[in-house]
């Protein structure tokens, strides 16, 4: 496999057709790639914008041959795909980034955690839970309150569980399906921010400016950037960022959660190995997004500039909050991010806004 420059032309496969992937295969195509998706649902926000898609479930081995000799690089929009699935493209030919290492971390809150703190990049305390008897020693250790998290496939606040008593221990390992878990200590911060940035195959890194973040029951309703931030916190979120991306050889953009404990710490909360909601602002602040960015390192472009031009209040569009896209449209410093979703459920992501001011 060669390590040139991928060329325009050359394919780019995603896995995953949601608005992450979507965004990914407009950048992409920007750039002059073709993009493929993979997603079992057909009809996906990002196949309906790419060249073409494979509605397959994300272990189809069939599906992942053909994903993989069709496609010079894959990567992904959902950290979620089964380790067993990289593996299957890189025996069909395809080059894939990020690497199964950075995904195999982000898919375990213990592995995740144990590799943070590993690299100087503390977290709260932790203590990995599979029994309620382990929980119940947990909930001794870490004091209450602590956060009942799965070790698996929780997103959005899905799959957690506050322990405000040593006597909530039952119910609320029934509560995560008593899957195996971890017990986290709280955080008690001042606010939330997060940082996204990128490496490079040659190594070499980009890091925006922060952005602070405001959740709603576990959901991203606001992130305004850059944040407000002393220059202690800065750096040590640039510091914190450069020990995960080098630590995991990692090529890509990965979005790193953040709690400010204030007087310049910070806890990490957790990574996300791809595109990030709270990275949407760099749309309409930066000369390069974290989309084309994505794409730069992926293809083993050169990264691109970071630096902001404009202050951004990115807003998610929740359900039938999309149904104000009329009004919202004409209002002169917004710009209006739909995913091209049919069905507007209560909750889901549907569209972002990004209100523009000058620096
Ligand atoms: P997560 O799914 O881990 O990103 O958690 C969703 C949200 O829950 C975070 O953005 C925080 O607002 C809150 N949260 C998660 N973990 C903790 C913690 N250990 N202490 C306090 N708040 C937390």
């Not at 993989?68 to 795909?81: K, P």
């Not at 930066?286 to 902001?308: K, M, N, Y």
């Not at 999309?322 to 917004?334: R, S």
Request: glycine share 10%; aromatic share 6%.
């Amino acid at each position: 496999m060669t390590d040139a420059p991928l060329a325009p032309g050359s394919t780019i496969g995603i896995l995953g057709g949601g608005q992450l992937g979507r965004m990914l295969s407009l950048a992409a195509s920007r750039l002059g790639f073709d993009v493929v998706i993979l997603d079992p649902e057909d009809n996906s926000p990002a196949g309906r914008v790419s060249r073409g898609q494979i509605v397959a479930a994300y272990d189809d081995p069939v599906a992942l041959n053909v994903f993989g000799r069709v496609c010079d690089v894959v990567t992904f929009e959902f950290e979620n795909v089964p380790a067993s699935s990289m593996e299957r493209l890189a025996e069909a030919g395809a080059r894939v980034a990020p690497g199964p290492v950075a995904l195999a971390v982000a898919q375990d809150r213990v592995d995740e955690k144990t590799f943070l703190n590993g690299v100087g990049a503390t977290t709260v305390d932790f203590v990995p839970v599979e029994t309620l008897n382990d929980l119940t020693a947990a909930i001794e250790t870490l004091g209450c309150p602590a956060l009942l998290k799965t070790r698996r496939e929780g997103y959005d606040g899905k799959g957690q569980v506050w322990i405000k008593s040593p006597k909530d221990a039952a119910k609320a390992f029934e509560a995560i399906g008593g899957r195996p878990a971890i017990l986290e200590a709280r955080a008690d911060f001042v606010r939330e921010l997060s940082i996204i940035a990128a490496r490079g195959r040659d190594g070499a890194t980009a890091i925006y400016p922060l952005g602070e973040n405001k959740h709603a029951g576990g959901v991203l309703r606001t992130t305004v950037a850059p944040a407000e931030v002393d220059v202690k916190t800065e750096r040590r979120a640039r510091a914190i960022a450069r020990a995960v991306l080098d630590g995991l050889d990692y090529v890509g953009v990965i979005g790193i959660e953040l709690f400010d404990l204030g007087s310049g710490k910070l806890l990490v909360n957790e990574i996300a190995p791809r595109v990030h909601n709270t990275g949407h602002w760099t749309q309409d602040g930066c000369v390069c997004d974290q989309f084309e960015q994505h794409i730069r390192a992926v293809a083993g472009w050169p990264l691109g500039p970071t630096a902001p031009h404009a202050r951004v209040e990115m807003q998610n569009l929740l359900g039938d909050e999309v149904d104000q896209w009329a009004k919202l449209a004409g209002k002169a410093d917004v710009r209006l991010h739909l995913y091209g979703k049919a069905e507007a459920r209560p909750g889901r992501k549907m569209a972002h806004v990004n209100k523009v001011r000058p620096l």
